[in-house]
C-alpha cells in the first residue's frame, strides 16, 4: 500500500475486539472523517464486521495479520513468537513511515516492549515515559511516568517534563501548562538528590516559568499543576491508588442511596447532578495511556473498555499527530541549556550533591 495512514489499528487487541474495536472506529470515523485507518488483524472476521460500520469503511484499510498475541503472553515471548502478530504488524506499519502512530487495547506489557524495540526512542530521548490524563478539582490534568521506569535519574525527569509538557499543549490544548515533580513535601529542600537535581535544570530552562516546584499526592486530585512528574514506581502507585479510591467512592455512593427508602427518594432527587458526577468521572474519557518519547505515536487502550473508550484513545492519538506531538517534543529539548537533555548540566549536580 503507498497510503500514508493516521493510524495503524490492532483490532484484535482487547477484551471484546475485534468488535469493540470496530465500533470504536465507526465513533471516531464521524469525528475524523479526514483520517485514514490501516486496520491490522484477521481479516476473514474483520472484512464482514467493517462492511457493516458504514462510517468506518470509507476510512479504513484492511491487513491480514494471522496471529493475535495473547494477554498473558509475557513480553520476551511476544518478541520473540509474535512476529505475524495484529499488534507487531501495526507497529511495523509506524516503524516503516506507513502510519504516524498505533492505537492498541492489548497485552500493555507486550505493547511497550514491541514499541520501544521496533520503534525506538527519539534520538533525543534516553528512555520513553508512560503517560496518562486524569480528572481533577480543576479538570484534567497530565501524569508521568506511570510505570515504564521504576528507576529514573535526574535527566530522565526533565525529558518527562519537557514531554509532559508538549502533550498538554498538543492535547489538552493548554498554552502554559504548569508542572511540578511529585515529592515527599513541598519545600525545596525536600526529596533525594535526582529529584532536586531535576528541579534546578527545569528552573533554568525555558519552561522555568511554569514549573511549579514540588507538589505532592494531594496536589494531583487538586490540580495544583496541568502536569505531574515523577519516576514510573512512584506515579504507578499513585494512579492505581487514585483509581481505587475513585471505585471506593462510588460503590459508597451507590451503598448510601440504596440503603432505606428515604435514601432511595433522596437519590431520585440528586440524580442530574449525580449523572453529571459519573459523566465528569467516566473512566471511558481517560482511556488512552501514551508511550511518548518514540519515533512515533503509541496509545494503549484500557482492554476491558467499550466503543466509546476506545474512540476517546483515538482521539488522543489523533491530536498528537495532529499538532506534530514528536516534533513539540525535539523543539524543547533542543532549547534546553547542554546538549541532548542537558546531561552536561544535570551530571555535576549529582556528583556534588553524591546522586551518583
Request: with cysteine; glycine share 10%; net charge neutral.
Amino acid at each position: 500500500m503507498s497510503q500514508t495512514f493516521s493510524l495503524a489499528i490492532d483490532a484484535m487487541g482487547g477484551d471484546a475486539a475485534p468488535e469493540m474495536v470496530l465500533d470504536g472506529l465507526e465513533l471516531a470515523a464521524e469525528r475524523h472523517p479526514q483520517a485514514r485507518f490501516l486496520v491490522v488483524g484477521d481479516e476473514a472476521r474483520i472484512g464482514p464486521l467493517l462492511a457493516r460500520r458504514k462510517r468506518a469503511a470509507a476510512t479504513c484499510a484492511i491487513r491480514h495479520a494471522p496471529d493475535v498475541i495473547p494477554g498473558e503472553m509475557k513480553p520476551t515471548a511476544a518478541l520473540r513468537q509474535g512476529r505475524q502478530s495484529s499488534m507487531r504488524l501495526a507497529i511495523d506499519a509506524v516503524a516503516g513511515g506507513e502510519a504516524a502512530g498505533v492505537v492498541s487495547a492489548g497485552n500493555t506489557g507486550a505493547l511497550m516492549a514491541l514499541a520501544k524495540i521496533v520503534i525506538k526512542t527519539l534520538p533525543e530521548i534516553d528512555r520513553p515515559a508512560l503517560a496518562a490524563i486524569a480528572p481533577s478539582a480543576r479538570g484534567d490534568v497530565v501524569m508521568l511516568d506511570l510505570g515504564a521506569n521504576i528507576q529514573c535519574d535526574a535527566r530522565n525527569l526533565v525529558e518527562f517534563a519537557v514531554m509532559g509538557d508538549s502533550f498538554a499543549r498538543a492535547v489538552l490544548g493548554l498554552t502554559n501548562p504548569t508542572f511540578g515533580l511529585l515529592n515527599v513535601g513541598s519545600e525545596e529542600l525536600k526529596g533525594d538528590d535526582r529529584v532536586r537535581a531535576a528541579a534546578e535544570v527545569l528552573k533554568d530552562s525555558h519552561i522555568g516559568a511554569q514549573f511549579h516546584g514540588f507538589v505532592e499526592g494531594h496536589d494531583i486530585a487538586a490540580g495544583t499543576v496541568d502536569v505531574v512528574v515523577t519516576d514510573g514506581f512512584t506515579g504507578n502507585v499513585a494512579l492505581k491508588t487514585g483509581e481505587g479510591a475513585l471505585k471506593l467512592m462510588r460503590d459508597m455512593l451507590k451503598q448510601v442511596f440504596t440503603s432505606t427508602i428515604p435514601a432511595r427518594v433522596g437519590y431520585l432527587l440528586a440524580r442530574p447532578a449525580l449523572d453529571r458526577l459519573r459523566e465528569w468521572m467516566d473512566p471511558r474519557r481517560y482511556n488512552g495511556a501514551i508511550l511518548l518519547g518514540l519515533n512515533g505515536v503509541v496509545v494503549k487502550s484500557h482492554g476491558g473498555t467499550d466503543a466509546l473508550g476506545f474512540a476517546h484513545a483515538v482521539d488522543v492519538a489523533m491530536d498528537m499527530v495532529t499538532h506534530r506531538f514528536n516534533d513539540r517534543i525535539r523543539e524543547g529539548l533542543s532549547r534546553l541549556a547542554g546538549p541532548v537533555g542537558a546531561p552536561a548540566v544535570i551530571e555535576p549536580r549529582l556528583a556534588a550533591a553524591g546522586g551518583r
